[in-house]
C-alpha cells in the first residue's frame, strides 16, 4: 500500500471513512468519463451525487460496486480495495442500480430469495430477511406477483428492498426516484432518509430538491470531476454572490431601468416574468429595498411589489455546471 | 465457486418458468418418439421378411437396426434443439441489464457459469430422460441390449454436456439471443461434420479433423463401445468451452 497525501491528512484528522476514493479516473476508450475524483464518505453519512446526465455519476457508483473497475485510481470500501476483494466489497455493499432491471418472468418472493441466497443468508434465515425486506419497503402486497406486471413504483421499492438484504452497511442508491411519480418520489426520499442512521448512503440525483432533502453532503460532479463538495445550505450560501430584489412598478419602463441602474450598489437591471416587474441584482451584503422605494415614490410611480428573491440551488446548480469551463481557465 | 446453488436454483426456476422448455422438449420428444417408431417399425418388416429368408434372420441385430439410428437421430435432434435452451443464459440477462444487478451481488464468476451451465445441462438430462420410456416399450418386445443401451445415454449426455458448455460460450459473447443461438447452431454443425473433410485433407490434417469430430466420438457409444478417449474428448470440450466463457466475462475489467 503507497502513502497518499489525503490519507495522510485524513489520518491527522483522526476520522475514518467508510468509502474513499482517490484520484478515480476511468476512460471509454479515449473519452474520460472520470477525471481524477477523490472523495471520502463517513460512517453513517447519507450523500448526494449531483450532477447533469452523463456527468459521471453512474461510472462511479459502478466501480464502487465493482461492476467496473476503474482505468486508474483507487476505490476503497471499509478499507478493501475494490479491485482486490471484490467478493468482500460487494458484501458489504446494497445497490440499486439505475432503471434498475429485475428477473421480469420471477415473482417479487421467489426474486427476493433468489438475491438472498446470493447474497449469502443463510438457508434458515431466508425467508424471515425476505419478508423484513419486504415490510420495510410495503411490497407485502405483491409478494406473489410477477415483476414483469408490476408498477414502476414497486419496482423501484423491490429494488431497494433487494439492495437491503442481508443488512448491508453501505446503501448505493443510482437515481432511486428516476420515473416514478410525485406521490412515489416522496414515499422513496422517506424511505432513503429512513435507511439513515448508521448505514452509510449514496445517492444520484440529477434533481436539487432531492439531494437537498435527503442528505447531508452534496458533491457536485460535472463532465467526471467533482466542482464542488458540501451541504446544501454552505453551498446555498457560499455561492450566492449576489442578490435579486422582485420589484414591480407601474410607470414608463425605460426610465425606471435607467433609474434603478443609476443606484450605487447595483450591479444589474433586467426585465422580470411579468411586465411591470424588474429584477434588480445586487450585492449579496446590500440590502437596497428601502432605497429603490423611496426612489419609486420620489418619482411618483405606482409600486405594486417589492421582496428579494432567494438564489434557488438550482442557479447554484447551472452556475457550477456552465461555469465551469471559464472557472477552469481563470487558474 | 460462491453462488453455484444460487444461480443454479435461479436458472432452473426461469427456465421452467418460460415457454421456450416446453415447446422445445415438446418437439424434441416428438421427434425422438417418431424416429424410434420408424426404426423399431423397419426393424419389424425386416424380421417378416427374414421368417422368409435365412440368410437375412443372420443379418438381423437390434444393436445396430434400431439403437444406433435412434441414438444417431436423437443426437441431430439435440444439435438443433440446444441452441434454443442455451441462448438465453446470458444474453437476455445483458439484453435487459439483469447482468449489472448479478454481477454486483457477492458471487464469483465461476460460480454463475457453472451455475447456469449446469442449469441448462440438467434441462437436457430431463429431456433425454423423456425418452426412456421407449426403452421400456422395447424390454416389453424384447430382451434388449442393456449395455448398449446405457453407453448410447451416456453418449448423448456428454454430447449434451459439450453441446450445452458451447451454448453457455455464444451467449456470453452477445446480447443477442438469436445471434447466440445461430453460433451455436453453426459451430456444433460445423464440428459435427468437421470428420467429412477427412479424406480430402493430407493424413495429418485428416486425423486432427476426425479428432475434432463431435460425431466420431459419439458413434462409439451408440455402437455399445466406451472409450476413454472419447469420454477424455468431451470432458476436454467442457472445460475449454467453459474456461472461455469465465474469460468472456472477466473481460468486461479491461476492455470497459
Not at chain 2, 225 to 234: A, H, K, M
Request: aromatic share 10%; hydrophobic share 45%.
Amino acid at each position: 500500500m503507497g502513502s497518499h497525501k489525503t490519507r495522510e491528512q485524513d489520518r491527522q484528522e483522526g476520522v475514518s471513512a467508510v468509502i474513499e476514493v482517490e484520484q478515480l479516473t476511468k476512460l471509454y476508450g479515449p473519452l474520460p468519463a472520470l477525471r481524477e475524483v477523490s472523495f471520502r464518505v463517513e460512517q453513517g453519512e447519507i450523500v448526494g451525487f449531483l450532477g447533469p446526465n452523463g456527468a459521471g455519476k453512474t461510472t462511479a457508483l459502478r466501480i464502487l460496486t465493482c461492476f467496473i473497475p476503474p482505468t486508474s485510481g483507487f476505490a476503497r470500501i471499509a478499507g478493501l480495495d475494490c479491485r482486490e476483494h471484490p467478493l468482500e466489497v460487494r458484501a458489504k455493499v446494497g445497490y440499486l442500480p439505475e432503471n434498475i432491471s429485475l428477473y421480469s418472468d420471477m415473482t417479487v418472493r421467489r426474486f427476493l430469495a433468489f438475491a438472498a441466497s446470493a447474497k449469502g443468508v443463510p438457508r434458515s434465515s431466508r425467508s424471515a430477511e425476505v419478508e423484513r425486506v419486504m415490510e420495510r419497503c410495503s411490497i407485502m402486497e405483491v409478494e406473489s406477483r410477477i415483476i414483469g406486471h408490476l408498477s414502476k413504483g414497486y419496482r423501484q421499492r423491490l429494488g431497494i428492498a433487494q439492495a437491503l438484504l442481508n443488512d448491508p452497511p453501505i446503501l448505493i442508491f443510482d437515481e432511486p426516484t428516476i420515473g416514478l411519480d410525485p406521490a412515489q418520489i416522496v414515499e422513496i426520499r422517506s424511505l432513503v432518509k429512513e435507511l439513515g442512521g448508521e448505514r452509510t448512503i449514496i445517492l444520484s440525483s440529477h434533481i436539487l430538491p432531492e439531494v437537498s432533502q435527503i442528505c447531508q453532503r452534496v458533491l457536485v460532479i460535472n463532465r467526471g470531476q467533482i466542482v464542488a463538495t458540501d451541504t446544501p445550505a454552505n453551498l446555498t450560501s457560499q455561492l450566492r454572490r449576489t442578490q435579486q430584489v422582485r420589484i414591480q412598478v407601474e410607470g414608463p419602463s425605460a426610465e425606471i431601468r435607467e433609474e434603478f441602474a443609476a443606484l450605487k450598489g447595483v450591479l444589474r437591471v433586467q426585465p422580470g416574468d411579468e411586465p411591470g416587474t424588474y429584477l434588480v441584482e445586487t450585492d449579496r451584503h446590500e440590502d437596497l429595498r428601502p432605497e429603490l422605494a423611496r426612489r419609486v415614490v420620489a418619482r411618483g410611480w405606482q409600486l405594486r411589489e417589492l421582496r428579494t428573491q432567494e438564489v434557488s440551488l438550482e442557479e447554484i446548480f447551472m452556475e457550477l455546471v456552465t461555469e465551469e469551463g471559464p472557472r477552469e481557465e481563470m487558474k | 465457486m460462491k453462488g453455484f446453488f444460487p444461480v443454479y436454483g435461479k436458472e432452473m426456476y426461469r427456465i421452467f418458468a418460460s415457454p421456450i422448455f416446453y415447446v422445445v422438449a415438446f418437439i424434441f420428444l416428438t421427434l425422438a418418439g417418431y424416429f424410434f417408431y420408424y426404426a423399431v417399425a423397419s426393424y419389424s418388416l425386416l424380421s417378416f421378411q427374414a421368417g422368409r429368408n435365412p440368410f437375412l434372420a443372420q443379418q438381423l441385430n437390434l444393436s445396430e437396426m434400431v439403437l444406433e439410428p435412434f441414438f444417431g437421430s436423437v443426437g441431430i435432434v439435440l444439435l438443433l434443439m440446444v441452441p434454443l435452451i442455451t441462448m438465453g443464459l446470458f444474453a437476455e440477462e445483458k439484453k435487459t441489464g439483469t447482468v449489472e444487478l448479478l454481477l454486483t451481488y457477492p458471487i464469483s464468476d465461476r460460480g454463475v457459469v457453472l451455475g447456469k451451465y449446469t442449469a441448462a445441462l440438467s434441462v437436457l438430462a430431463l429431456m433425454l430422460t423423456g425418452t426412456l420410456p421407449a426403452m421400456v416399450v422395447l424390454s416389453v418386445l424384447t430382451t434388449p441390449p442393456w449395455a448398449t443401451i446405457f453407453s448410447g445415454y451416456l453418449g448423448l449426455l456428454l454430447m449434451s454436456s459439450a453441446f450445452v458448455s458451447l451454448g453457455v460460450l455464444a451467449s456470453s459473447l452477445t446480447q443477442h439471443q438469436i445471434v447466440a443461438a445461430a453460433v451455436t447452431f453453426g459451430a456444433l454443425l460445423l464440428l459435427w461434420i468437421i470428420g467429412w473433410a477427412q479424406t480430402m485433407a493430407g493424413p495429418d490434417l485428416g486425423s486432427v479433423l476426425a479428432y475434432l469430430s463431435l460425431l466420431s466420438h459419439f458413434e462409439t457409444f451408440t455402437k455399445g463401445v466406451l472409450d476413454s478417449r472419447d469420454i477424455l474428448y468431451y470432458g476436454l470440450f467442457v472445460t475449454f468451452s467453459l474456461f472461455a466463457t469465465l474469460r468472456v466475462l472477466e473481460s468486461r475489467h479491461w476492455r470497459a
